[in-house]
């Protein structure tokens, strides 16, 4: 059974550059079939895509963040990590990775995992 | 602000239909798929309907979407209690190069 499950340090202080990584389990990251993305909530607010990557390294940022986000993927481990530099309170929000149901970006997100709660302060 | 715009909240009684809106542009709504998620509290999203009126297997048919022009909709009949979570439209924005949302809409059966 596909399982995508984030980890991450929970609390991080303004100005670090905290890192999330979500390991897949029940796929392979690099079968080439799917786009793998990071979204996250802020508190009650909206979603907000992030960005998504392929097994290539193909990457997609959302402008807004393109500046301070790099998503990267290690095939070996079957993870893909986010890391946001520069944090501030605003970056606080639930972390979700998820799957996109097929090779293009614009395929919705068809698995998700159970988020990480990050909060700035 | 999000790109789309989705009522803050809405609310019928068990058994009822509610109506779910999202507005949005002719560079994202008006020439892209609209998606739909549901979040039901502390849960991981859900995906509700693809391909603007598409869904999942396992998704039971009292859920459908509809797209007109720059705008779509999610429609949910005989509402249950179980049905009460933060629903979110979302698309591809052709201007932004970006996947876009709405601010999700909670829904309250009462």
Sequence with gaps: ?121 | QSVLTQPPSVSAAPGQQVIISCSGSSSNIGNNYVLWYQRLPGTAPKLLIYDNDERPSGIPDRFSGSKSGTSANLAITGLQTGDEADYHCGTWDNRLSSLVFGGGTKLTVL
């Design chain 1, 1 to 121: 059974q596909l399982q995508l499950q984030e980890s991450g340090p929970g609390l991080v202080k303004p100005s670090e550059t905290p890192s999330l990584t979500c390991t897949v389990s029940g796929d392979s990251v690099s079968s080439g079939r799917n786009y793998w993305g990071w979204l996250r909530q802020p508190p009650g607010k909206g979603l907000e895509w992030i960005g998504s990557i392929y097994y290539s390294g193909t990457t997609y940022y959302t402008p807004s963040l393109k500046s301070r986000v790099t998503i990267f993927v290690d095939t070996s481990k079957n993870h893909f990590t986010l890391r946001l530099n520069s944090v501030t309170a605003a970056d606080t929000a639930i972390y979700f990775c998820a799957r996109h149901s097929g090779s293009w970006i614009y395929d919705a997100f068809d698995v998700w995992g159970q988020g990480t709660m990050v909060t700035v302060s």
